[in-house]
């Protein structure tokens, strides 16, 4: 028995990929996350949930006050339906392109937009948000997903760990996208924390205009206050086909529907295990595939 859905975030499983890895070396063993298992739907529960849980003990968030954040998608799911459970109104700022499912999901928990060109991607919704927290300060709490430390942190206290945990203390390499960057640094953190011969690497979109949704091409992007490369063993680019082949293949062979960004870590996981003899790769599975399902 539980007593909210809320309970209900983290402690994901962690699956053994055996197809899409075919031909690698017997001691070189490939693991995802499963965070499309969360109630969200993605792995940006755990870092929403966090934000909203320390702005009500800082006292910045109360109930008079609409949470509102730039976001992508994923993490607008997520604050509406913690938003929800929690009774706080909620305010999106999205590019306008963002996909269907999503912002039906979002508003089906009663949270409302505000769209930013779908030309100037991701970094507009940053600006448009900037704007409306500056025009009224009272009425928003802003957790600030790419600057706020408690992005970073969730997953050092949560996802970090729980790798660790479940490859029996065995990772060798971990490896996952770029979208505020949360993930990577926190759970490279942790990991490293743990064993600092722990390798880990951050992947992100070749090209500047890519389709890989979620994810940041940082050298054209403004540079989230959270991201510090120099923690990292490496920065992999990965080209946006090479994410939607390796997004349908888990599907077909693994029984794994994920959205193109876990198709592209995985991807990347595979090509850091192909350089290896022995070694534990983990990535990350960071939403899933039916939010992007033309309807
Ligand atoms: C689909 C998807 N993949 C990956 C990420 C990257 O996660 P992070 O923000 O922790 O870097 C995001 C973040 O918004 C996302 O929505």
Redesign the pocket.
């Known amino acids: 028995m539980i007593h909210s859905i809320l309970e209900k975030i983290g402690n994901t499983p962690l699956i053994r990929l055996r197809e899409v890895t075919r031909g690698l070396p017997e001691k070189v063993e490939v693991y995802a996350k499963i965070e499309y298992l969360n109630p969200g739907g ?3 529960d755990r ?1 929403a949930y966090r934000m909203i849980r320390e702005g009500i003990r800082s006292g910045n968030l109360t109930k008079d006050k609409t949470i509102m954040d730039p ?5 607008g799911v997520a604050y509406s339906l913690i938003g929800a459970a929690l009774g706080y109104s909620v305010e999106l700022v999205c590019p306008e392109n963002v996909s269907a499912q999503r912002k039906d999901m979002a508003s089906s928990f009663g949270a409302t937009f505000s769209f930013s060109s779908a030309m100037e991607g ?1 970094d507009g919704a940053i600006r448009l948000a900037r704007k409306l927290k500056a025009e009224q300060p009272d009425k928003y709490f802003m957790p600030d ?2 600057n706020n430390p408690f ?2 942190q969730a ?1 050092y206290d949560t996802t970090g760990v729980e790798i660790y945990e479940q490859t029996g203390r065995r990772i060798t390499h971990f490896i ?11 759970v490279s953190r942790r990991l490293k924390d743990y064993d600092k011969n722990i390798k880990t690497f ?1 992947s992100e979109p070749a090209e500047q205009l890519h389709g ?5 091409h940082m050298a054209s992007s403004i540079i ?1 206050g959270i991201y510090h490369p120099e923690i990292l063993d490496g920065v992999m680019p990965i080209r946006t086909e090479v994410g939607y082949e390796m997004a349908e293949r888990l599907a077909k062979e693994e029984g794994l529907c994920v ?4 198709g592209s ?1 995985v991807a990347s996981a595979v090509e850091i295990a192909q350089g290896l003899r022995e070694g534990v790769v983990v990535t ?1 599975l ?2 899933h595939g039916d ?1 992007y399902i033309p309807i």
């Open positions: 993605s792995i940006k870092p976001t992508s998608g994923n993490t991701s997903q790419y992005n970073p997953h996952t996208g770029i979208g505020t960057s949360g993930t990577v640094m926190g951050a890989l949704e979620g994810l940041k989230p959205g193109h960004s876990s870590n990350i960071c939403d939010r």
